[in-house]
């Protein structure tokens, strides 16, 4: 099996850095410093028009968790459908009752819309919230899932590699395993080696300096010292190193 690099990508500039550092296919966002959010029509269509990426497109209303009141799940449902007729290759959601397990009809009505485009189902880390793993994705297989991202319940994909293996080798033949978080050039492939897998999710983050971040008495800033002043970014030369690292 060819093993794949996937980039969270946070704009249209992210995804020129990850075209260009030869990855195949990325998770486009907005909103990254939230945990990803449902990105702009224009960001889809520019990377489009001018890469030949595979697109999957994170649907999420908000920061925080993944238990959805009716309003944020009837804008979910209307930004998967206008992603998909503009050229998603696929849709990342996630959705959660509120004792932390999936949400069965919620995921239903989004996998239909999905398919509806024959669009790639990718359930994202919301899984790592669950509290059965092995429950949670054989459910996620019965509805029609495609792949699940997850850091095998751990903060770090590298130190859930345990479970990521497990699941690996019981499920790998009926859904795809895409291990995030944390991976990078230094451990990608041994992740790959060490569980089987053939996929990886990584943010390969560098920073940019925006001078107006803070003003005398005001700040937007969202990152922590020494980044207060920065906003983050995909570098293309982080993409290349881990595209390397795993051949």
Not at 55 to 75: K, N, P, Q
Not at 179 to 203: C, F, L, P, R, W
Not at 208 to 217: A, F, L, M, Q, S
Request: aromatic share 6%; net charge negative.
């Amino acid at each position: 099996m060819e093993r794949i690099i996937e980039i969270c990508c946070g704009s249209y500039y992210d995804a020129l850095q990850a075209y260009r550092g030869h990855a195949k296919r990325i998770e486009l966002n907005s909103g990254l410093h939230l945990g990803g959010l449902t990105p702009s029509l224009a960001s889809l269509k520019l990377t489009k028009k001018n890469t030949d990426l595979k697109v999957i497109c994170m649907v999420r209303t908000r920061g925080a968790g993944f238990h959805y009141l009716s309003e944020d799940f009837e804008t979910m449902k209307e930004d998967c459908r206008l992603l998909m007729e503009n050229g998603a290759d696929g849709i990342a959601f996630g959705c959660l009752d509120e004792n932390a397990n999936i949400d069965i009809e919620q995921t239903k009505q989004m996998i239909e819309i999905i398919k509806e485009y024959h669009g790639e189902v990718v359930f994202h880390r919301a899984f790592d919230c669950v509290s059965d793993p092995y429950q949670s994705i054989e459910l996620l297989i019965e509805l029609g899932i495609d792949r699940v991202l997850t850091s095998g319940l751990k903060a770090k994909a590298i130190n859930g590699k345990d479970l990521i293996k497990e699941l690996q080798q019981k499920y790998g033949d009926r859904i795809e395993i895409l291990a995030g978080s944390g991976m990078n050039a230094s451990n990608a492939k041994e992740m790959m080696d060490d569980t089987g897998i053939y996929q990886v999710h990584s943010s390969c983050k560098d920073w940019i300096n925006d001078p107006t971040t803070t003003g005398k008495n005001v700040s937007y800033s969202f990152a922590s010292a020494p980044h207060e002043n920065d906003y983050d970014v995909v570098s293309q030369e982080l993409v290349e190193k881990l595209v390397k690292s795993i051949r």
